[in-house]
């Protein structure tokens, strides 16, 4: 495959450890080709550094001048740049990539400003200054531990969870597009904690905390993965999960080389690794511990309806057919009925849907889910006229993030009673968000382009669905585009539980057996892709947004 060009101006380290070092295995691992553009030389080893050196201005005019020439970047990162004027020639540099005619060349800024071993400082207020005035207007994303966003902020460090989110937002305010403020050298717990806060999402990355000794060269691993996963292509809030996932790999095979602290290794396959796949907060809360539904989710055909009326069909069939069936009843469809009145339509419909399925026998009888009306669920989840064990949530990512905490501890406290929980994900932080809420399901989509929703996210494909499918910690469900057999044949061959149905089994006019016959054919489809050899799950996902796309965090 074509590697795309990643220019990293770091410093070299003597020992190997840390610096272009790093940055070049994690590149490698990244398949992109790394351009080390040497900004400062370091005398260290694993005990520490005795001498920072940057390099004089005309040797570092010459190798930027070599590589655009000849080798133009998709993303330049920083790590220890050293000096005042290498950051004014970067910044120069910059401006003259981007008004060259090309690609705009995105900046993933590591302000390495001092050593992580005793803390020497290597940047003095002069150099703090030229970070803020020449590189955090330009940055895409700067990646600051928390002792480094308290330097360039020239605030005190961060002493306590609740202060880190206000500092990432005042590095925003600065110029920068995204931060995200490590924090796997600051001891919070049994989770090491990145936050994040990007035009795409914020919250808090979470992994447990690995008890190893050889951590050297971590922020520049998770600098040069972020911005390698940004050159093949993604959104920072994505790459920031790649990062995360890439630099825990990294630290489960460090080594030791020398007496001291060794170097964090780069795991290639640390993408195909559900042990890596992070949870994400909805909020300014981490993410607590989650548990596993109560209730299993089932495999099978994944049927959505509009209306009670559409699912009698469907619950009349003269076969197990469904494993699930969702009522998706939006406001548009009763453009007559005031809120109140809507409501009560809703509920019964959901009344008759839950009685329909109730008088099948039990072994054929599909989950019937409910999405969104979360209010109306939870609330007669509580007041005991809907038994939680007989149905299902479905629940986008907005309308999670809706719910507020309060809502959010409402619908735990449905889980922990036998509701099962459905989230779409269309992205890897939305997978990281779904997968914190203990949900019995998660749907990836679209997998293929669909007409009956309208949203920014390419369509996901066979590629997609196989890594979700691989990574999730709960079963996958396939939405989105599935309206020939040979898609409900290859959605189960892919690994996924569920292949979720809508236009393929709508009622149409002039058929004499509207449902039944495509219900037993896809019923044969599915069994059919389950039956056959499964590919393997690939290497890497593929990005579902362009950069320029813009969705609600």
Same mark, same amino acid.
């Given at each position: 495959?074509?590697?795309? /060009?990643?220019?990293?101006?770091?410093?070299?380290?003597?020992?190997?450890?840390?610096?272009?070092?790093?940055?070049?295995?994690?590149?490698?691992?990244?398949?992109? *080709?790394?351009?080390?553009?040497?900004?400062? /030389?370091?005398?260290?080893?694993?005990?520490?550094?005795?001498?920072? @050196? &940057?390099?004089?201005?005309?040797?570092?005019?010459?190798?930027?001048?070599?590589?655009?020439?000849?080798?133009? &970047?998709?993303?330049?990162?920083?790590?220890?740049?050293?000096?005042?004027?290498?950051?004014?020639?970067?910044?120069?540099?910059?401006?003259?990539?981007?008004?060259?005619?090309?690609?705009?060349?995105?900046? /993933?800024?590591?302000? @390495?400003?001092?050593?992580?071993?005793?803390?020497?400082?290597?940047?003095?207020?002069?150099?703090?200054?030229?970070?803020?005035?020449?590189?955090?207007?330009?940055?895409?994303?700067?990646?600051?531990?928390?002792?480094?966003?308290?330097?360039?902020?020239?605030?005190?460090?961060?002493?306590?969870?609740?202060?880190?989110?206000?500092?990432?937002?005042?590095?925003?305010?600065?110029?920068?597009?995204?931060?995200?403020?490590?924090?796997?050298?600051? &001891?919070?717990?049994?989770?090491?904690?990145?936050?994040?806060?990007?035009?795409?999402?914020?919250?808090?990355?979470?992994?447990?905390?690995?008890?190893?000794? *050889?951590?050297?060269?971590?922020?520049?691993?998770?600098?040069?993965?972020?911005?390698?996963?940004?050159?093949?292509?993604? @959104?920072?809030?994505?790459?920031? /999960?790649?990062?995360?996932?890439?630099?825990?790999?990294?630290?489960?095979?460090? *080594?030791?080389?020398?007496?001291?602290?060794?170097?964090?290794?780069?795991?290639?396959?640390?993408?195909?690794? &559900?042990?890596?796949?992070?949870?994400?907060?909805?909020?300014?809360?981490?993410?607590?511990?989650?548990?596993?539904?109560?209730?299993?989710?089932?495999?099978?055909?994944?049927?959505?309806?509009?209306?009670?009326?559409?699912?009698?069909?469907?619950?009349?069939?003269?076969?197990?057919?469904?494993?699930?069936?969702?009522?998706?009843?939006?406001?548009?469809?009763?453009?007559?009925?005031?809120?109140?009145?809507?409501?009560?339509?809703?509920?019964?419909?959901?009344?008759?849907?839950?009685?329909?399925?109730?008088?099948?026998?039990?072994?054929?009888?599909?989950?019937?889910?409910?999405?969104?009306?979360?209010?109306?669920?939870?609330?007669?989840?509580?007041?005991?006229?809907?038994?939680?064990?007989?149905?299902?949530?479905?629940?986008?990512?907005?309308?999670?993030?809706?719910?507020?905490?309060?809502?959010?501890?409402?619908?735990?406290?449905?889980?922990?009673?036998?509701?099962?929980?459905?989230?779409?994900?269309?992205?890897?932080?939305?997978?990281?968000?779904?997968?914190?809420?203990?949900?019995?399901?998660?749907?990836?989509?679209?997998?293929?382009?669909?007409?009956?929703?309208?949203?920014?996210?390419?369509?996901?494909?066979? *590629?997609?669905?196989?890594?979700?499918?691989?990574?999730?910690?709960?079963?996958? @469900?396939?939405?989105?585009?599935?309206?020939?057999?040979?898609?409900?044949?290859?959605?189960?061959?892919?690994?996924?539980?569920?292949?979720?149905?809508?236009?393929?089994?709508?009622?149409?006019?002039?058929?004499?057996?509207?449902?039944?016959?495509?219900?037993?054919?896809?019923?044969?489809?599915?069994?059919?892709?389950?039956?056959?050899?499964?590919?393997?799950?690939?290497?890497?996902?593929?990005?579902?947004?362009?950069?320029?796309?813009?969705?609600?965090?």
């Amino acid at each position: 495959m074509h590697r795309p /060009v990643l220019w990293s101006v770091a410093g070299n380290d003597s020992g190997g450890g840390a610096g272009l070092s790093a940055d070049a295995r994690a590149a490698e691992g990244c398949a992109v *080709h790394l351009c080390p553009v040497v900004a400062a /030389v370091t005398a260290q080893n694993s005990l520490g550094v005795q001498r920072v @050196v &940057p390099v004089a201005p005309e040797v570092l005019e010459a190798q930027f001048a070599a590589l655009a020439e000849d080798l133009r &970047p998709a993303v330049i990162k920083t790590g220890l740049i050293g000096s005042v004027d290498g950051v004014a020639l970067l910044a120069r540099w910059l401006d003259r990539l981007d008004a060259d005619g090309g690609p705009r060349v995105r900046l /993933v800024i590591d302000p @390495v400003l001092g050593a992580s071993a005793g803390g020497a400082a290597f940047a003095d207020a002069a150099l703090i200054d030229a970070y803020r005035t020449h590189l955090l207007p330009r940055a895409d994303l700067v990646t600051p531990n928390r002792r480094e966003a308290a330097r360039l902020l020239g605030q005190p460090e961060a002493q306590s969870l609740a202060d880190v989110p206000a500092q990432a937002a005042a590095l925003r305010a600065l110029g920068a597009e995204a931060v995200c403020i490590t924090g796997g050298d600051s &001891p919070d717990g049994a989770d090491a904690l990145d936050w994040l806060d990007t035009p795409h999402a914020r919250g808090w990355l979470a992994l447990p905390r690995l008890d190893v000794r *050889h951590t050297h060269g971590t922020g520049c691993t998770f600098a040069t993965t972020a911005a390698s996963a940004m050159a093949r292509g993604f @959104v920072t809030a994505d790459a920031l /999960v790649l990062a995360k996932m890439a630099t825990t790999a990294g630290l489960a095979v460090g *080594h030791a080389a020398g007496q001291g602290v060794g170097p964090v290794g780069f795991d290639a396959g640390f993408a195909a690794d &559900p042990r890596w796949l992070p949870r994400l907060s909805c909020d300014d809360s981490p993410v607590s511990g989650t548990s596993r539904p109560a209730l299993p989710w089932p495999a099978g055909l994944y049927a959505i309806v509009d209306a009670a009326d559409q699912a009698t069909p469907l619950l009349a069939a003269a076969e197990p057919a469904l494993c699930a069936l969702q009522l998706r009843i939006k406001r548009a469809s009763h453009p007559a009925l005031d809120d109140r009145a809507f409501a009560a339509e809703v509920r019964a419909q959901i009344d008759r849907t839950l009685a329909q399925a109730a008088a099948m026998p039990t072994a054929a009888r599909p989950v019937i889910v409910v999405n969104d009306h979360h209010a109306l669920v939870l609330d007669a989840i509580e007041a005991g006229t809907i038994d939680p064990a007989e149905i299902a949530l479905h629940l986008g990512q907005e309308d999670v993030l809706a719910l507020g905490p309060d809502g959010r501890a409402q619908l735990a406290s449905a889980q922990v009673r036998g509701l099962r929980l459905g989230v779409s994900s269309h992205s890897l932080w939305e997978l990281c968000r779904a997968a914190a809420l203990a949900p019995a399901y998660i749907a990836c989509g679209p997998v293929w382009a669909t007409t009956t929703k309208d949203m920014p996210w390419h369509p996901q494909g066979l *590629h997609n669905l196989r890594w979700w499918a691989a990574m999730s910690p709960v079963p996958v @469900v396939g939405i989105g585009g599935l309206l020939e057999l040979a898609q409900v044949e290859a959605v189960a061959g892919s690994g996924a539980a569920c292949a979720c149905l809508v236009r393929a089994l709508a009622s149409r006019p002039g058929e004499a057996e509207p449902v039944a016959g495509r219900l037993v054919a896809a019923v044969a489809a599915w069994n059919a892709g389950r039956a056959a050899p499964r590919r393997p799950a690939p290497d890497w996902p593929q990005p579902s947004l362009d950069p320029s796309d813009a969705v609600s965090a």
